[in-house]
């Protein structure tokens, strides 16, 4: 008897786990992330509504400089440039509150990023397209009117530092892009794929 009471004491002191009824710490990377992404997305956001602005006065204000010439594509508040500019604030927008919905510890907050992560990397195709067919664009337009003053150094016959300049800048605008994407695609699609990952609550 005394055998059998001596074992039922020891099981029940195998089952007590006293860290399962200690409150658990939340863990702190959702906050340290949203923070960071919640700025990025307002700066992208402030930006990209700055770029529309300064695009649409830039056009306007180099009207009057040329004598009747075609305004240079680059300069130009032509519907590729607005499509492309308007799609980059929606992403920032998207971005904020997917930041939020982080902040907040929701459960939603992991397929937003995961569909952020996405969208971004057709943006940062979309982005390059654009910049080759801007690149083009210029070059033609510069063969065209080799007497305007915008024309200068946009001939990389004439000009090869311009050229690698161009070039580098979509390179390295793609690079960034892309290297945020994976970040994002794999830390919330391969890393962080629990609840208790974002609220430190086991489910």
Same mark, same amino acid.
């Given at each position: ?5 001596a ?16 409150p658990?710490?939340r863990p ?13 997305a ?6 990209g509504i700055l ?10 204000? @180099?009207?009057?400089? %040329? ?7 680059s300069?130009? !508040?032509?519907? #590729?440039? /607005? =499509?492309l &500019? ?21 459960? @939603?907050?992991?397929? %937003? ?9 057709? !943006?940062?195709? #979309?982005? /390059? =397209?654009? &910049? ?14 080799p ?9 990389p ?17 793609f690079?960034?892009?892309f ?13 962080k ?11």
């Open positions: 008897m005394n055998d059998e009471s074992s039922a004491g020891q099981a029940r002191q195998v089952q007590w786990d006293p860290s399962k009824h200690l658990q710490r702190g990377w959702p906050t340290a992330v949203g923070i960071v992404f919640t700025i990025y307002s700066l992208g956001l402030i930006g770029g529309m602005i300064m695009l649409k006065l830039s056009a306007s204000s @180099n009207l009057w400089q %040329l004598d009747g010439e075609p305004l240079p594509p300069m130009a !508040f032509g519907p #590729l440039a /607005v =499509a &500019g308007a799609l980059g604030i929606l992403l920032s927008i998207f971005l904020l509150y997917s930041s939020l919905m982080l902040l907040a510890r929701r459960k @939603n907050a992991r397929g %937003l990023f995961i569909t952020y992560g996405i969208m971004l990397l057709l !943006f940062a195709a #979309l982005r /390059v =397209a654009y &910049g080759i067919h801007m690149i083009a664009e210029m070059r033609r337009w510069s063969r065209e009117n007497d305007s003053m915008f024309a200068q150094g946009f001939d016959m004439s000009n090869n530092i311009q050229s690698f300049a161009q070039t580098a800048g979509i390179v390295i605008g690079v960034f892009t290297s945020i994407a994976l970040f994002v695609l794999i830390w919330f699609g391969k890393v794929t629990k609840p208790e990952h974002y609220t430190g609550k086991s489910v």
